[in-house]
């Protein structure tokens, strides 16, 4: 008689661990002014800022969190990178390894216009759905460093390095970036209006005329990758 074999009991086990790794922060990344719990890798190592654990970051390129949900794409790269971290945490290594939710653009736009509701609703939906698939799959992420680029105390950093991008030329002298004000002017140029447009020349961020992939409908640029048999990704429009 053949014997039948009992079904793994996935959702008993795996969500019992799932917990505890949660509440007992497992794969929070340590920093040294931070109070060691008992169930954290580094408990019983007598570590100060003179001994402290070689670091490794595994970034994952953070997912636009679609109503649809996870796609098979989603853990096959998240998969890798986990392997990584874990690998890493097992030869003494404080890794950091976060997850976040890239929530801006057309999608969101989009999917806001379609529904008739706010894309802050729709998106926060979605992220806690993305979250929970996220965490069901066991994957160690450092939740404590969620972030969310719809979040002002997110894009204010954006901002603040896009700033630091204009106000900032190539000095090939030093190779490496400087204050725009400490750019010198070739002497045959006379007029502020000269100078000026050769200073906005060597911005590492700056305006200049270029063809471009102008969508009507959605009203905005789209690169390459957005634009499939001459219409936009998103939506389908002619561009």
């Known amino acids: 008689m053949a014997t039948i074999k009992k079904q793994y009991p996935f959702d008993v086990i795996e969500s019992k661990w799932q917990r505890l790794w949660d509440e007992n922060n497992t794969f929070h990344a340590w920093n040294p002014n931070e109070e060691k719990v008992p169930q954290h890798p580094f408990w019983k190592r007598h570590i100060n800022e003179s001994t402290l654990p070689p670091k490794y970051y595994v970034l994952d390129m953070f997912p636009y969190p679609s109503g649809a949900g996870l796609h098979v794409g989603h853990p096959e790269g998240y998969t ?5 971290a874990r690998y890493h945490r097992a030869k ?6 976060p997850m976040g939710w890239d929530a801006f653009g057309l999608p969101a736009e989009q999917y806001a216009i379609k529904t008739g509701q706010h894309p802050r609703i729709t998106t926060e939906a979605n992220v806690n759905n993305f979250r929970r698939q996220i965490k069901s ?25 896009f700033l630091k991008i204009y106000n900032s030329w190539f000095n090939p002298q030093t190779q490496k ?5 400490t750019l010198t002017y ?7 209006e000269e100078k000026r447009a050769y200073r906005d020349s060597k911005r590492l961020a700056y305006v200049a005329e270029a063809p471009v992939n102008w969508c009507p409908k959605l009203g905005t640029v789209l690169a390459n990758e957005e634009v499939v048999d001459g219409k936009s990704e998103v939506g389908g429009f002619p561009v």
């Open 137 to 161: 799959l066991g994957f160690s992420y450092d939740w404590k460093r969620e972030v969310n680029t719809t979040d002002p105390h997110y894009f204010k950093w954006t901002q603040w390095i």
């Open 186 to 192: 070739p002497p045959e140029l006379k007029t502020e």
């Open 177 to 181: 970036a400087e204050p725009i004000t």
């Open 92 to 97: 003494g290594y404080n890794v950091l390894h």
């Open 80 to 84: 890798a990178t986990d392997i990584l």
